[in-house]
């Protein structure tokens, strides 16, 4: 009787100790090459400086691109996966200094979500919601970045 109740104890405690997301994070530590490393050691200056990997826009936005949902309509996720690709680009754009590079990703990020904007008609109410949610979240994000970037040149 003992032996049961550890097990079943000892269950109870396995099943009930939480566990935190791992950042899956399109930015990671092993995303800078050498020659990113040896550059930033020797004091390159770029025409905008901003620490992407400290950033917490930057990672509400990569967080925001792993966890958004998917919808029954077909042609809005295909929209969603321009948007998505078009943030990560926006952000590697961003921490590499490529100001030509986040120009072009920003008018495609604006494209994207103009589109999706005149998809979500034929959303249901709980799911435009919840798309609406996950909308001003970016647009949010992304705008302290840029005005971030704008006040430090």
Do not use: H
């Amino acid at each position: 009787m003992k032996r049961l109740y550890f097990f079943g104890l000892l269950l109870i405690i396995i099943i009930s100790c939480a566990t935190e997301k791992p950042n899956v994070s399109p930015l990671s530590t092993s995303f800078y090459s050498e020659a990113k490393k040896a550059e930033a050691e020797a004091g390159a200056s770029s025409s905008f400086s901003i620490n992407i990997n400290e950033n917490v826009n930057a990672a509400e936005i990569s967080n925001l691109i792993a966890t958004f949902p998917k919808f029954k309509n077909t042609a809005l996720n295909e929209e969603i996966n321009t948007l998505k690709y078009s943030l990560q680009n926006y952000l590697y754009a961003i921490d590499a200094g490529n100001t030509s590079g986040k120009n072009k990703t920003l008018k495609s990020l604006e494209k994207s979500y103009k589109k999706i904007q005149k998809l979500r008609f034929y959303l249901a109410k709980d799911e435009d919601a919840v798309l609406n949610r996950y909308l001003v979240r970016l647009k949010t994000n992304v705008t302290f970045i840029e005005d971030s970037i704008n006040s430090k040149k």
